[in-house]
């Protein structure tokens, strides 16, 4: 079972302009997730929503969140910043932006997702230069943010926890450690969105061999917090046809944009081996840290779905999620709901 503390993304509770942040925070408190991972775009439409800056917004977030008793766990997502086209002095201005918001937040984590701009640097050095003097940034006022570095499976550098693991390593700053998100280990290893099968020929070997080489290798203290999701079975598979291709996007970024259910939501379509990976990298490793829900539902774009029907799903999830690591799942091997 999961001791976990809980939390979840506010893009996860709405996508409709309707669906403001203030709603979100309520529908999260009222069904039992502590935490929030706030969404830069969420909060830039708060601050519009109600007529004042984004920095008068941020400290209104704050206060709510601490009236709901929910704690802000990250400012997301910083993209694209590591080895970018743009001058570096001009993406360190926007991440002092970020991280000043952060600050006013409270939040702990300022999260950076791989680059994945075909434009960007793949020397490795620039990459890690760039990141090294973020968490420099993050952690030269107080209260020092942490960065947590997550892997994109379109990552262009870096799309596996190796290569992540490696740069936290390699950058060697206490404030900078993993963000890990199931989606991301599931789409570049197991499954596909361009195949009837939904799963790559292969997906069994190397995700049991990743989740074997992660037990072995990745060291607890670097993991800052872990996001789950599920995925959509795509009917029909991606093509140039389908409604949501677009030419020259990668086809996890589609299959991340639109179509990642809560956890275990095999009704609408999930199918992930989602338990392998929880067990592996929360409950065998001793993870104690925040698990966050992280979907993008194409349904929640409609105003009929409300955050409190997201948050709803999300408690449902979060509960399938521990009876399936449960002992009725202890005695025999983990499956995907495939």
């Known amino acids: 079972m999961l001791a976990n503390k809980q939390a979840i993304g506010s893009k996860s509770l709405g996508q409709h302009p309707s669906h403001t942040l203030d709603q979100k925070i309520l529908a999260a408190s009222r069904h039992g997730f502590t935490g929030i991972e706030v969404v830069y775009s969420d909060l830039a439409d708060f601050a519009q ?8 917004a941020a400290k209104v977030t704050r206060d709510l969140c601490a009236e709901h008793r ?14 970018g086209s743009l001058p570096l002095s001009e993406r360190l201005a926007t991440a002092k932006h970020w991280l000043q918001l952060a600050r006013t937040l409270q ?6 997702p791989s680059y994945y701009n075909p434009d960007g640097s793949t020397d490795e050095k620039v990459v890690v230069s760039d990141l090294q003097q973020l968490a420099d940034l993050a952690s030269a006022e107080q209260p020092v943010i ?37 989606f991301h280990e599931h789409t570049k290893l197991w499954g596909g969105n361009m195949d009837k099968s939904g799963k790559l020929p292969t997906g069994d070997r190397d995700l049991e061999a990743s989740l074997k080489r992660f037990s072995e290798q990745c060291p607890l203290e670097k993991i800052f917090y872990v996001q789950l999701s599920d ?6 598979p991606l093509s140039e046809a389908h409604p949501w291709y677009l030419q020259g996007e990668a086809p996890q970024f589609t299959w991340s944009k639109h179509a990642r259910p809560f956890p275990m939501e095999a009704e609408l379509g999930g199918y992930l081996p ?3 990976t929880v067990k592996t990298w929360v409950v065998d490793k001793g993870f104690k840290g925040w698990v966050s829900m992280e979907v993008f539902d194409w349904r929640m774009r409609s105003a009929e779905h409300k955050p409190e029907d997201a948050a709803r799903r999300a408690r449902v999830s ?18 995907a709901h495939y």
């Open 70 to 83: 929910v704690e802000i766990i990250s400012l997301a997502p910083f993209e694209d910043f590591e080895g």
């Open 318 to 335: 979060w509960e399938k999620i521990q009876q399936g690591l449960s002992g009725k799942t202890r005695d025999r091997p983990l499956k």
């Open 49 to 56: 929503h109600l007529n004042i800056s984004i920095h008068e």
């Open 107 to 112: 939040a702990t984590y300022l999260q950076v």
């Open 274 to 276: 989602i338990l392998e």
């Open 146 to 182: 942490s960065v947590a570095y997550e892997y994109l499976s379109w990552g262009v550098l870096c799309s596996t926890w190796e290569t992540a693991l490696r740069i936290v390593d390699a950058v060697d700053r206490p404030n900078f450690g993993l963000c890990l998100d199931n």
């Open 231 to 236: 995925a959509e079975r795509f009917d029909p």
